[in-house]
């Protein structure tokens, strides 16, 4: 009653070192009343950090769907899925070890100082983030700041102190605009914001989904992440949780690039959600001014 | 050809005396191309500084239109006109004298400190002023000065220092978010964003469309006006020109209730456009804390 | 422990004769924080058919509260009402008897065709309808049709066959755009966009919080009002209850005139709400096609 | 006083053959105030039709800049320049031969049916294509229509009847919604309305800015295209040109990924533009129902 996905398979593989890892799952249930394809954005992007991992399906029709893995920027990978009419069921797992082995993103390309074509998609507007429309009110408030790292931290410690963290204030279609005027959002409307006034002065900066080890109550996280110096450095003005434990799912334009599921075509209801994300051993400790770059 | 409205003629009255009065005058051409309803709102507010003042219409047919005039609020005046296909010139000229034989208005009615009916109307949210959907921000930058005078002398004074005044830089469907966001805008833009600001604090604020001498380049202007101790205080943050010298035309919750010409049914654009607005002897200096009542 | 308000009082009075009255009722707790200045407008509007009626203000503290009443625009009655730290609870009940005793607003003064400074106003755009920016739409979808009764009739089935009337879809910032663009709302919605529509085609349009017998689930309903022939007839896209059972409580440009409570100053939440509206014997049919005036 | 770029240099190439070439071409001037990165999008896209090309760039200092090619999508080419302070001039012009060597983009991966990472991502709302707040209004309007060709010919149909191309009549900072709403726009917002309504609908849609031979009055333009039968196909609901001599410049979500000139740091205006498009012999009819393929 189980497809498993990718081939290799979680139970074989032994267990990663002590630690130092990251295990974490995302279980799906969705009513589908009339078969959709579903494209789902909840494994964890391609690294050399992957020890194991797994993705299951169930649903009350035969032949189970199989899913297809289409990759998508950043080492993201998305699966899509055509569900029949049913209940459907979808479970994802992944044991991640250490990340010291690798090396971040970024790093590698930074030499020489030019703009490359992934910035400068990073500079426009997006849906959620509409850069353009808040120039005057970025350039007043941070325009006086050395650019660069500094400008990037200052614009995190502004919205963590002027935006409330309140579970249900925000909607589906509100931009980063409504987060700044309203002062009221949730995490993705903090990385919306952050979005937005880093690319309005001028700084790329993308949005991420994670896994977030720590977070309560447990869900989906969203941070974003800012080009400075060469690299992609990670950012969260709600400091929820320590940076360095997130693992990545998702990364694009904002949250339009990286919902954990869209239905197309049918229509299908989400009817359960259980995200868990752990670190072996103690959650590091974030002191907000460190470097994170995001695996 | 001129239809003189109201009955009081300009002509007759010996002159008002030297260096106290305000001359203003506007003259209005439209391209009627199919006949209309046109409100004007261009005649100074009803005050007993009113010396003399004149009204003429001016069209291509005949019988010429006669203008109904309708009271507004705060002694605001609206003249109607059903214009008939072809060229429509509109003139007004007003002369008033001192404004110092006057108390204004809301002084005779602070007693008490209880919120009326019309402290609460300007309190709301209205078309150009979202007041509702800004607390956030308002809170957040305001807040924590202590209410009254000071804290809208603050708003003033931020408006003044992050928007910049920009001919041509809003259209006529922005709110004061746009302004906010762009930091940018015009006189009824600047309005607009006190007001907004104002309101989102809890301080009722209206909205009044006036003749400016001094005003460079001359146009009808627009300031803002809040309610405080019992009364309602003048503040214009383009600082453009001083406030004592301003000539009072039409008041309401933002611009949608001032416009100085709305054409309903038929089609009519206007084609000309020229405002005067001077004071008798030298400008007054504005040192942009006193308290204004305008008249 | 009650204060009443306003001086005749409920139980003195004999009932009203039986089937053609209403008896409508709405009975408010919030829990007070800060003390907060509290603007109700749950009392219907003044009109002939007020049969009896009572406010009772219910507080923990000493001494009771005495809400005063300010006369809002087209016999609106706003109570205000000083609340203290703790819980407060309002009741409101009327009875009304049957309202064919009585002429409606707006025939008396129909004559001649002229605009009144009233029409003007509900022709301008407001917070939640901003008419001035979907003329465009409003004119291609309805402007070939005659002006008039059936051109309001067109916007009002248009809004019923194409918005669906879904508990929870809108939220408070929603202007009738978000509605007509997203085919989502509520009866406060509804409203707002058939004003938006009709302003839009220069006919004057207001918004009317109503008590509505018939209602399921029973809430404070919401209602507008077109210009139409010399008289203020009523619309309801929602066709959820009978236009000729309503009973009128606020009016105005729209939802910001008419909030059943708006706290003011300090800090008040909403505990419960219970509202009630039902007329004696049978409800009325609607077949949205009569001439309603809203008493 | 020329950088010449790309390497092939127009004047020692062999002219295209007659009757069947386009010739395009792109004068820019820029007064840069502090030195600016700009990134330019003016060349066309990449394919086999590309007969010569030619890039030139003057400025008033020494040493001249050098341009930067970065491969953008779908063969979408940007030139990043460092400018310095003065007067920079830049030039393109390019000769295309016929379409008809070369098979459109699109034909080969059509097999299968499956959606490609790609078309999901252009199934998402973008800045200036919000098409996840319109979802009620297309379906409403468009939702009964078979899907496929003709729902994205009535889609193009209806908006070249409802909206008016009125030069000026949009702001840089206006979205689909606004063109949708005030019914005016000019070609970015025709496209833009395009792909809301297509995404809404759940049909891929993007952006093409374009040189259009017989524009008239000649500038760039915009028009998008839309997947359907495995190929994307191109439409323009203004209608003002033959799709088929259409030249591709870029490609992305919408107008923010397809700007003419991005100026990045410093500060550079737009002092002059001009720009050419022509066909060799008579410009093509368009009978807007035959399918085209944009090249």
């Given at each position: 009653m189980t497809s498993q996905h990718p081939a290799n398979e979680w139970a074989r593989i032994p267990p990663a070192p002590a630690d130092s890892g990251r295990v974490v799952?995302?279980?799906l249930v969705f009513g589908v009343d009339e078969p959709a394809d579903i494209a789902f954005q909840i494994a964890v992007a391609r690294s050399g950090r992957i020890?194991?991992?797994?993705l299951d399906v169930t649903t009350d029709a035969r032949p189970l769907p199989r899913p297809?893995?289409?990759a998508g920027p950043h080492g993201g990978r998305l699966h899509l899925l055509r569900a029949p009419r049913g209940t459907l069921s979808v479970s994802y797992r992944a044991e991640l070890v250490s990340p010291e082995a690798e090396q971040p993103e970024g790093r590698a390309n930074s030499a020489g100082g030019q703009l490359?074509?992934?910035?400068?998609t990073f500079l426009r507007p997006s849906r959620y983030c509409p850069s353009d429309h808040v120039v005057g009110l970025a350039v007043a408030e941070f325009g006086r700041l050395p650019a660069g790292r500094?400008?990037?931290?200052a614009i995190t410690d502004w919205i963590h102190h002027r935006v409330a963290y309140v579970v249900g204030s925000s909607a589906v279609h509100d931009s980063a605009e409504d987060t700044l005027l309203t002062g009221q959002g949730v995490c993705r409307d903090f990385?919306?914001?952050g979005i937005t006034l880093c690319r309005a002065l001028e700084v790329p900066a993308r949005f991420?989904?994670?896994?977030?080890?720590?977070?309560?109550?447990?869900?989906?996280?969203?941070?974003f992440e800012a080009w400075i110096d060469g690299g992609w450095r990670t950012y969260d003005a709600t400091r929820k949780v320590p940076r360095s434990s997130l693992v990545r799912i998702a990364t694009g334009r904002d949250a339009a690039d990286a919902a954990f599921a869209d239905v197309l075509g049918g229509f299908a209801n989400l009817q359960a959600i259980e995200v868990?994300?752990?670190?072996?051993?103690?959650?590091?400790?974030?002191?907000?001014?460190?470097?994170?770059?995001?695996y």
């Open positions: 799952s995302c279980d020890h194991a991992e797994r297809t893995e289409l490359t074509m992934e910035q400068l500094a400008r990037v931290e990385a919306h914001l991420a989904a994670v896994y977030a080890p720590g977070l309560d109550p447990m869900d989906f996280h969203a941070v868990t994300a752990t670190v072996t051993g103690n959650l590091p400790v974030d002191d907000h001014s460190a470097d994170v770059h995001l």
